[in-house]
């Protein structure tokens, strides 16, 4: 079946600590994402890549990086930089050319030790 | 900056009823909107898209409302089920390619 991968299911960060959170997707999709999700507040958007070897960000983009180097694969890193990561992380997939669905994988929930 | 607001209490419904749920937004005039259904501990997934232009759109026992005028959108489940127990999202398009901007959603519990 196809869909969107997210590994781990669960990670935790050590004080000034980097972390990356993996995202697969085998869906041919071109468009990738990352969202935070927080109690009580909506889905934000991190970073967004349309293609490969370009990615733009989002509304909270600091404290974050990503790449795309494969059409399947788009990692999230949470640097040191980011002083409040302990959330909920999302990353979804579309096609472009249009309003397309976004195929969301089941998350990765980041705490802070 | 853009707002969107969903219902802001949780919404309890007796199973059988139509549960209607809200999305209303501020300072942005989207072309799209979408809702999604999320389930604790998993990802969002797709429901219905409705265009700006489009009055109201419908999929088996849901039917989606767009009001460009009132900006607001009205998400009805008929002959609701325990099993549609969830959080319900609406987004909204913001015009520069596939990126939607979230509401916070609405917890929806269908009791027995």
């Known amino acids: 079946d196809g869909g969107i991968t997210q590994s781990p299911k669960y990670l935790f960060r050590k004080e000034g600590q980097n972390v990356t959170l993996s995202c697969e997707q085998n869906?041919?999709?071109?468009?990738m994402y990352w969202y935070r999700q927080d109690p009580g507040q909506g889905l934000r958007l991190i970073y967004y890549s349309q293609i490969v070897n370009d990615f733009q960000k989002g509304d909270i983009a600091e404290g974050y990086s990503v790449s795309r180097e494969k059409k399947e694969s788009f990692p999230l890193t949470v640097t040191s930089a980011q002083k409040n990561p302990t959330a909920f992380y999302l990353c979804a997939s579309s096609e472009t050319g249009g309003p397309q669905p976004q195929h969301f994988g089941d998350g990765t929930r980041l705490s802070i030790l | 900056s853009q707002k969107i607001e969903q219902n802001s209490e949780a919404l309890n419904i007796q199973e059988g009823k139509t549960a209607t749920l809200t999305c209303n937004y501020t300072?942005?005039?989207?072309?799209?909107l979408q809702w999604y259904r999320q389930d604790p501990g998993r990802g969002p997934v797709f429901l219905l898209l409705?265009?700006?232009?489009?009055k109201e759109k419908r999929k088996e026992r849901l039917k989606v409302t767009f009001d460009t005028t009132l900006k607001q959108s009205l998400f009805h489940i008929t002959a609701s089920q325990p099993a549609d127990s969830a959080t319900y999202l609406c987004?909204?398009?913001?015009?520069?390619?596939?990126?939607?901007?979230f509401g916070t959603g609405t917890s929806l519990t269908v009791i027995p």
């Open positions: 300072n942005y005039s989207p072309a799209y």
């Open positions: 987004a909204l398009d913001i015009n520069t390619g596939n990126q939607f901007y």
């Open positions: 869906l041919n999709h071109d468009a």
């Open positions: 409705i265009r700006e232009n489009e």
